[in-house]
């Protein structure tokens, strides 16, 4: 079993009330188990402490994303603490989630953190769960993005409109250097583009087809 599928076992059932008290967790109000060790802790916060709860709540906001998807209850209170969440690196999975639809996801890719180095959404099979128009949507959210570096997108079978959408996207983004697209369907025109793409850039990428 992969890290991904051990991921979302470990996450299935932990209880969703908790994740949403994790929305307004201030870590200063925190409590430790000797007053000294919390006196350290907030003494190596200083100066940090609004960075920290941004990205502890961002944490528990995309672990608690999918189960809210789930219930059909809006996930707008964990979109808008992904979005301010200053996150470096984010895995999502969404595989057998059945309540993600095609509008939902676009607006996930649009609230994420401008912050974000790194992307996993490997095995989530989105080709299946919302289609071909999966690719267009990912391909905007590359050519939008100034921090992101690696992006994960391995075992999501999306079909060759990915392949062309994210070659057009590497004409425009120069910071990524690494993407693996492995188990997309990708036909020989597809890998044929996004190769030629690759090559053109000055600093060719790590390019897994």
């Known amino acids: 079993m992969c890290s991904s599928d051990l991921k979302i076992l470990r996450e299935k059932h932990f209880p969703l009330e908790l994740l949403e008290q994790g929305f307004d967790v ?8 000797e007053a000294a060790d919390k006196e350290m802790i907030l003494e190596a ?4 402490e609004d960075e920290l709860n941004d990205m502890l709540r961002g944490r528990f906001a995309a672990v608690a994303l999918r189960p809210l998807l789930e219930q059909g209850k809006s996930v707008e209170a964990c979109l808008k603490l992904l979005e301010t969440s200053r996150l470096l690196e984010l895995t999502m999975n969404f595989k057998d989630c059945s309540t993600l ?9 649009t ?9 996993n959404l ?3 099979d989105l080709g299946s769960q919302i289609g071909p128009q999966v690719g267009k949507a990912i391909a ?3 050519h ?26 590497l ?8 993407i693996d697209l492995k188990f997309n369907r990708l036909d020989k025109a597809a890998k044929a583009v996004l190769t030629d793409a690759n090559d053109r850039r000055a600093a060719p990428l790590d390019l897994k087809l």
Do not use: C, W
């Open 26 to 33: 201030t870590l200063q109000h925190a409590q430790a188990s």
């Open 45 to 48: 916060m200083k100066g940090k």
């Open 101 to 109: 639809t095609p509008s939902t996801f676009n607006e996930i890719l």
């Open 111 to 119: 609230r994420l953190p401008h912050t974000l180095r790194s992307l």
């Open 122 to 124: 490997a095995r989530s």
């Open 140 to 142: 905007e959210y590359v």
């Open 144 to 169: 939008g993005s100034t921090a992101l570096t690696s992006l994960d997108l391995a075992r999501n079978y999306v079909g060759p409109d990915l392949g062309i959408a994210m070659a057009e996207a």
């Open 171 to 178: 004409k425009v983004n120069t910071g990524l250097t690494m």
